[in-house]
């Protein structure tokens, strides 16, 4: 509404200043024409002026000329001219016009001016506060990677702590296996061996039995080795 008032105003302003200079174009017509009848008038009171004044010009010498007649004529001449109408008019104009066109005018100027810079302002503080928040983003980022890469580390070192864990326990038990199945095998052997050791002994004891109680010859004796030594497979 304000707006609308306001280019009213103006409008109104635009078409009495260029139509009062319109109305002076049309009234300088008739000054003209008053000019022209006072400058006939002059010419003819002059013209009576000069017979009767002749004398005086030729026993007195020349007279001084009017000077009020023209001074006027062009003060008249310059009031009338548009340009100075129309300047006229604007000042008027625009003093009866600036409490209620320009206050309003310059208000809105200076309170668009103030929303541009609340506007710059803000777009400036919402620059700011994105800015913070990127860098709070790329720390939580950074920091999110460097745990990352301790905890890739650690999982590493654990799995290779584990591996060698588990190769040294396998080597271990390998190892302990080795030596059971090695005292196994001696104490098995051991025990073969002794076993056979007696088994000997008391063979030879047998035989040195068989030999006290009866004489034997030479076929006897051969018929004994046979036997020890079948009863010595027997044993095997």
């Known amino acids: 509404m304000k707006h609308y008032r306001l280019s009213w105003m103006m409008a109104l302003l635009a078409a009495i ?12 017509p008739k000054g003209a024409s008053m000019t022209d009848t006072t400058h006939a008038s002059g010419a003819a009171g002059g013209a009576d002026t000069a017979v009767d004044t002749g004398a005086g010009h030729a ?4 007279g001084a000329a009017p000077l009020l007649p023209s001074t006027a004529h ?3 001449e310059f009031f009338l001219t548009p340009a100075i109408w ?42 700011k506060r994105a800015e913070a928040t990127l860098q709070e983003y790329d720390a ?9 890469r301790e905890m890739l580390a650690k999982a590493q070192a654990d799995g290779e702590q584990l591996a ?10 390998a190892e302990e296996a ?31 039995s068989k030999i006290l109680r009866r004489n034997l010859n ?8 046979r036997e020890s030594l079948d009863q010595l497979q027997t044993i095997k």
């Open 86 to 127: 129309t300047i006229v008019i604007f000042l008027i104009m625009l003093i009866i016009l600036y409490p209620m066109a320009w206050k309003p005018v310059l208000a809105g100027l200076k309170a668009r001016e103030k929303r541009i810079r609340d506007d710059i302002a803000g777009a400036e503080a919402s620059r």
């Open 74 to 76: 062009e003060a008249q």
């Open 17 to 28: 200043t260029f139509a009062l200079p319109l109305a002076g174009f049309s009234a300088a």
């Open 140 to 148: 939580k980022l950074a920091s999110a990677q460097s745990q990352i």
């Open 164 to 173: 060698t864990s588990i190769r040294m326990t396998a080597q271990k038990e």
């Open 218 to 225: 030479a076929d006897d004796q051969k018929q004994l080795v």
């Open 178 to 208: 080795k030596d059971r199945a090695m005292r196994e095998i001696d104490a098995s052997k051991n025990a073969a061996v002794g076993e056979i050791y007696n088994q000997a002994a008391e063979l030879a004891t047998n035989i040195a």
């Open 59 to 62: 026993g007195g010498g020349h």
